[in-house]
């Protein structure tokens, strides 16, 4: 018998009456050695249990190597670390995950395939899910509760009902589990509509729904579509992510609290989503596209529980005074925020072009017209492509299938023009200045779709190029791995401002390592790396104006600082503050 059973109203855990009380905290969106930190504050909240997808891309980014199981990818040490805080663990394994992650957690190499139909049936897709389950439970069953760990139940699919209908797809994936050595509880979890939850439920699976507000009614629909059995909001959103060009969701304290005593007085169980939401470090951040293309910012704080960097926020303090009303919270006082960095200017003083470093960072493909970058097998980032002009004069440039996601273009090494995918745009009037002028092409990978039919949408240039409708071939097609910057020739940057892509460097003194924020003020758009750990995606555009920086990843003494600055810039001096910039709020 599994050690979490259900009741014809509730939940049993080894025959007694248990709530689940959960909070979500995505241990690859937090510094591993941040992860102890977390779990303990989520106790301190009065929390039993803690809830993680798996992104299945980053666990398999190949689908004929092994199972990446370490650094922040170290499931087994998260689940350890959970149970020595004395935690259950809510499982969710995906396939398909969304999270607002690159791709929905969804691998590439499975996505790309236009033969595959996600999310089915298919065998083509149940047999990737099937080979990446055969490598994902041997490390995963020490851990589960059967096995004396703490991992209580496990979730099949995620949302499906807001996707499609396929029941004997939903079937396979239950029986996948059990016939690997799952015996804990399985659950479904869909959005509080009857179409959904009918679609996204499975029999002998329980039931669970996802909501933010209008709590009696979301429950009266779960009741209605399964009329006994455990209530069990597997989301409860307390708050909201962020796009490039938004504002900065949050939600009320006060009325996230309130709605939260109202689930748990009519007796159900919560997932609190999220309690901690980290961040999407490095090119993680996944994107929507419904009317129009709109990525994610890298910050994940959700308005969380606990923010960004770690801090009781007020909902924090505010639900420990909720749950205390309905179960016992630890009598230890609650967390204070944490020490922060003393402001810190750092001069960037190095720098090296990017566009003559492209040979250097990785062979080009030669191509007759422009190839994807699936093709490149550059799964993030950027690619460069580059050709020659036949004419001079005053031109249309047209990429027939658009951009994928954001395209930078040069004419003999000058910027003419920005096209994105945002815009649907296809085209961009350029003046060239000789016969054979070089154009260059710099595409931006801003994330991966995470939700809806768009999911593996490909990037880079998209379909042929033309210059006054003639056809332009012969392509050198560029990836570009930024996965390690020390081959990059930095060199005195000297004082002329730069228009172009490029690197900067700079060094700076710590004298005890401590969370800090990095602020770029007079920078516009790339990517940051601090000793070689990738912050992620800087964009003036907001409302995100600063990047977390984990105490962990700075040490003490001599610190580097490397920004990929794609826009140039007159300003050679960033800042590390104490304090985050998440932009103009609004409140939902």
């Not at 951040?285 to 990525?295: D, I, L, R, S, V």
């Not at 056809?471 to 228009?499: I, S």
């Not at 710590?510 to 990517?527: I, N, R």
């Not at 920004?563 to 998440?582: K, Q």
Request: charged fraction near 20%.
């Amino acid at each position: 018998m599994p050690a979490l059973t259900t009741t014809s109203d509730g939940f049993l855990l080894h025959g007694e009456p248990f709530r689940i009380l959960s909070g979500a905290l995505h241990y690859f969106r937090v510094h591993p050695d941040l992860w102890s930190d977390r779990l303990r504050k989520a106790r301190l909240m009065g929390l039993n249990t803690v809830e993680t997808y798996l992104p299945w891309n980053h666990h398999q980014p190949d689908p004929e190597g092994p199972l990446v199981l370490d650094g922040f990818l170290d499931l087994p040490r998260f689940l350890r670390l959970a149970q020595d805080e004395g935690l259950h663990v809510l499982l969710r394994p995906g396939p398909f995950i969304c999270a607002e992650w690159d791709g929905g957690g969804l691998p590439d190499w499975l996505t790309s395939d236009p033969d595959v139909r996600l999310r089915t049936s298919d065998p083509r897709f149940t047999g990737a899910v099937d080979r990446y389950l055969d490598l994902l439970l041997p490390a995963l069953r020490p851990h589960l509760a059967a096995a004396g760990g703490p991992v209580i139940a496990v979730q099949v699919e995620n949302e499906y009902g807001a996707y499609g209908d396929d029941p004997a797809y939903l079937k396979h994936l239950a029986d996948a589990f059990r016939s690997r050595g799952v015996e804990e509880l399985l659950f479904t979890c869909d959005q509080a509509d009857p179409e959904h939850l009918a679609a996204g439920s499975l029999p002998g699976v329980l039931t669970a729904s996802t909501f933010g507000s209008r709590v009696e009614q979301s429950l009266g629909r779960l009741r209605e579509h399964r009329g006994e059995g455990p209530l069990f909001c597997a989301e409860f959103w307390i708050g909201w992510f962020d796009h490039w060009g938004g504002p900065h969701h949050v939600r009320d304290a006060a009325d996230a609290a309130a709605d939260l005593d109202r689930l748990l007085s009519a007796g159900a169980s919560v997932n609190i989503y999220m309690f901690h939401g980290g961040t999407n470090f490095g090119f993680a951040n996944g994107a929507n596209h419904k009317h129009a293309y709109t990525p994610t910012v890298t910050s994940y704080d959700y308005d969380a529980a606990l923010t960004e960097c770690g801090d009781p926020g007020p909902k924090y303090h505010a639900f420990r005074e909720v749950i205390a009303r309905h179960a016992p919270v630890p009598d230890e006082p609650a967390p204070s925020p944490g020490v922060k960095l003393a402001p810190t200017e750092v001069e960037l003083d190095s720098r090296a072009l990017l566009l003559p470093l492209t040979g250097a960072l990785a062979d080009p493909v030669r191509a007759d017209s422009p190839v994807t970058m699936g093709d490149l097998g550059q799964r993030t980032g950027y690619a460069l492509y580059r050709t020659t002009l036949p004419t001079a004069g005053d031109g249309l440039l047209r990429f027939g299938g658009g951009v994928g996601d954001r395209a930078q273009v040069f004419v003999d090494g000058a910027p003419v023009g920005v096209l994105e995918r945002e815009r649907h745009d296809e085209t961009l009037p350029v003046r060239v200045p000789r016969t054979g002028a070089t154009l260059e092409v710099l595409v931006e990978n801003m994330g991966g779709v995470n939700y809806g039919p768009r999911i593996g949408a490909p990037k880079g240039l998209l379909g042929p190029a033309s210059f006054n409708g003639a056809a332009l071939r012969g392509w050198d097609c560029h990836p570009l791995p930024l996965d390690d910057l020390g081959a990059v020739p930095f060199t005195p940057a000297g004082e002329a401002a730069v228009t172009v892509p490029a690197f900067h460097r700079g060094t700076f003194e710590v004298a005890e390592p401590a969370d800090a924020f990095l602020a770029l003020p007079g920078w516009t758009k790339g990517q940051a790396w601090i000793n070689g750990f990738h912050l992620g995606r800087y964009w003036n555009r907001g409302p995100q104006h600063t990047l977390y920086v984990p105490g962990p990843v700075l040490r003490r003494g001599a610190n580097e600082l490397v920004l990929l600055e794609l826009h140039g810039t007159t300003v050679t001096r960033a800042r590390l503050t104490d304090a985050p910039d998440l932009g103009p709020e609004n409140t939902w």
